[in-house]
């Protein structure tokens, strides 16, 4: 999957960024990012401008992550290179129907601390949404909210 957004890196921004930022509008409605945040997916680091909080952005493809600013880390989500409570937040954008979905939260419940604010979205046309859905609402303690294209899951880790 890395290898397909390095291919696509160039005019990702492009396609998606205004929609992104849509959907970041209606998350921040309800997402208060704390301290330092993850960014779980990262592509191109959007998330760092929109919330301006010192934020780490982690995506396997580090051509995506070369389009953004800030701290990047290149890796998956289902191997995340931190200690254990590591992040006082996380967001994870549009991204989460690409990974190993338990590996993911098994990793997302290690390097953020319990309780600390979280939102991930998923996309509506996912073909494991049902499946995905479960997992995140059985993982965290969050709500449901409609953001355009996807769900936001915003809580609680």
């Known amino acids: 999957m890395a290898d397909y957004y390095d ?36 592509g191109t680091c959007i998330c760092v401008m929109y919330f301006k909080i010192k ?20 890796a998956s989500a289902e191997s995340l290179p931190f200690k254990d409570n590591t992040f006082s937040s996380m967001i994870c954008l549009t991204a989460i129907h690409h990974f190993d979905v338990d590996k993911a939260i098994e990793q997302i419940r290690r390097v953020v601390k319990k309780n600390s604010p979280i939102a991930i979205t998923l996309l509506k046309k996912s073909s494991k949404f049902d499946e995905i859905r479960k997992k995140i609402l059985d993982s965290f303690k969050v709500k449901e909210y409609d953001c355009l294209n996807d769900v936001a899951f915003i809580g609680k880790a």
């Open 7 to 42: 291919q696509i890196s160039e005019g990702y921004d492009g396609l998606y960024l205004e929609e992104q930022k849509k959907k970041l509008e209606i998350i921040a409605k309800y997402f208060k990012p704390k301290k330092v945040m993850l960014d779980l997916g990262a």
């Open 55 to 74: 934020t780490i952005s982690v995506d396997p493809s580090a051509e995506m992550l070369s389009k953004g600013s800030g701290t990047k880390v290149k």
